[in-house]
């Protein structure tokens, strides 16, 4: 669960720094892969990764997630499960289960 | 803001379809990268694009973060608080303000 | 253009370091991601890059893919003439003379 | 081994449909991740994958990686070596043998 306190820290964070003017979502598209790359840093040659790093690096990837959705002035609940309901009418459970289906 | 809500139906819609045995942490990291540069995809060739598709695709992104979280038993305001204060140590406030300096 | 004199230098470098056990198809793959992810880091805020840095970064990602290709057996020449068949077929001149069309 | 054959293959084809006004550096470093992504998929929930298809998209990668080193005017194998003496540089042998040290 993410508490309103939580995304009001972030907004803070980069109000203070004046950082929102980089914060064009074509920016923070290119600034979720580059963190989603991070992340998958910690994988590069092993299935194990330390758990600290991976919190570190999870944050970071939410961080700009949640910055998109503000300045698209996203409800994440609502985008969320919006696109669960497409995904499961495209994945219906009797033709699924088990097998490996990804969200595309 | 999140809901507990919203995190049970992305869990149950996993069940459902039995795919917690692909969510392995790597196999998760893997999807976020993957998922990010489909939204990124969105802003290949221009700065501009279609709001309902952003919205999807960040959606996707997002739910794999939580899938991870989830096997990763991290608790997302936990994370994102426990981060941004070590980027707030990296990154003072007088030192940054309106210059560039990427979360890293 | 790219020598085979290259291409050894590459593999010697691997060599010497016993690092071809690491690279299996799959972490080469995750490497690739990573450090496209570092060359894209360069225009992360701004559309312009350092272009020494740009020089490494690309460097980067053509080694890996180079480290692909030997391991999966592949010529070079071969995949990308084949591919760019496929591609020619998908996007005839007369229909996407000037247009976006995303090589997919 | 590339030739130079392969590479002007690929110009004309971005020439015949007039894609070169597209492919400023910075866009051409979203779309090498962004296929980079693609040849990650393939690996998503496996480390297995079709000869077929990663032949596909590393050609994929390879051709947007040949369109940024064109208009940067980068040799390949210029950028290549010299990066390479920069890692064996950070990556001695006697320190590296046989243990895991990405290049970063």
Redesign the interface.
Known sequence: ???????D??RV?AE????Q??H????L???????????????????D?D?GE???E?????????A??RV?D????D??????E???LK?P?EH???R?????
């Open positions: 669960m993410v508490n309103q306190r939580t995304f820290a972030l964070f203070e720094r004046k950082w003017q980089f064009s979502p074509s920016n598209a290119k600034s979720i892969s580059i963190e989603a790359a991070e992340l998958l840093e910690l994988f590069q040659w092993s299935d990764a758990r991976v919190a570190d999870l944050a970071d990837v939410l961080h700009y997630c949640i998109l959705a698209m996203f409800d994440l609940d985008i969320l499960l919006s696109k669960l497409k995904t499961r994945y459970v699924t289960r088990g490996i289906a990804p969200i595309e």
